[in-house]
């Protein structure tokens, strides 16, 4: 089983968990992504790894701009009244999949291109059921996964979400939970709580957090983690206390000044992994042995 391995923001890296030496990587895991990215192999004894994600098959249930143009606004402090003020239209967008331009499209392989753009949902002005959005990544085969690295784009970092893993593609087993609080670890998926930064027990243990779900940062935060065949399932989109009571009320009508600016976006995903031999499903075991 993969130890886990938490990247903090900047360049700085720390390990949380317990020392495997399949996973051994740590001291030069940035050198050796670099080098992998430019055809380099990784040096001494630490394995190759590979961002699995960049070659993956990878759909999703729901996209912005599908059956339409559609607008969209940040999630800021306030709410643009009159979209004819200069800061609501600096603040807001339109996502459009059939526009021959690319900044209007934000398609799901926008999430692992290695670029800047992202790939964006439909927001909660086209209905609540929105708040449900699958991403699933096909990695092709059996990898062992080191961590999953999620960046969240123009908007807050999802809410509740299950991190899951298959190897058959049909039965998925989740992998670890997020929540809003630690109630909601409780409530939404019974769960105990791990308080506070993760940490782990067991390095197969599941666990739900609320640690990664803070609305601040409004953009670009990042979640990680460790996880298998991957999907991720979001189900609770982070929204502003105020807005919040707004979609409570009023039954099927929601205010599109404030749901429009309800949405996921994802801006990367990465699974960074070491080979595992598996072809045409025969098993190789080897006993490796440090000399």
């Known amino acids: 089983m993969a130890t886990v391995v938490i990247i903090t923001k900047g360049e700085n890296l720390q390990f949380f968990g317990r020392y495997d030496k399949s996973v051994c990587l740590f001291k030069h895991l940035r050198e050796n992504i670099d080098s992998n ?28 701009g599908e059956t339409g143009p559609e607008v ?43 670029t800047n753009r992202w790939w964006q949902s439909p927001t909660l002005q086209n209905g609540k059921q929105y708040q449900w959005v699958t991403i699933t990544l096909d990695l092709k085969q059996v ?21 899951e893993r298959s190897l058959d593609g049909i039965i998925y087993k989740p992998w670890q939970y997020y929540a809003l609080s630690d109630n909601e670890c409780w409530e939404v998926y019974g769960i105990r709580p791990t308080i506070g930064q ?23 935060g990042e979640d990680f983690t460790k996880a298998r065949y991957v999907r991720l399932r979001l189900q609770k989109i982070q929204t502003l206390h105020a807005d919040l009571m707004s979609l409570q009320i009023g039954g099927e009508h929601i205010d599109p000044s404030v749901s429009r600016r309800h949405f996921y976006s994802i801006k990367d995903i990465s699974v960074v992994a070491n080979v595992l031999v598996l072809v045409m499903q025969i098993h190789v075991s080897t006993d490796l042995k440090y000399r």
């Not at 990215?37 to 249930?61: D, M, Q, W, Y």
């Not at 999953?148 to 807050?156: E, F, L």
């Not at 993760?198 to 990664?212: A, G, L």
Request: net charge neutral; with cysteine.
């Open 198 to 220: 993760p940490h782990y027990r067991m390095d197969d243990e599941v666990i739900c957090t609320s640690y990664y779900s803070k609305l601040n940062p409004l953009e670009n």
């Open 37 to 64: 990215s430019k055809g380099a192999t990784s040096r001494g004894l630490f394995p190759n790894v590979f961002n699995l994600a960049a070659t993956s098959v990878i759909t999703v249930n729901a996209t912005c």
């Open 72 to 114: 969209y606004c940040k999630l800021v402090e306030h709410v643009f009244r009159n979209e004819n003020d200069r800061e609501s239209q600096d603040q807001c967008g339109t996502c459009d999949a059939r526009s021959p331009s690319p900044d209007k499209k934000h398609p799901i392989e926008n999430a692992i291109d290695g």
């Open 143 to 163: 990898y062992q996964i080191a961590y999953v690295i999620v960046k969240s784009a123009i908007s807050p970092r999802p809410g509740n979400w299950i991190l």
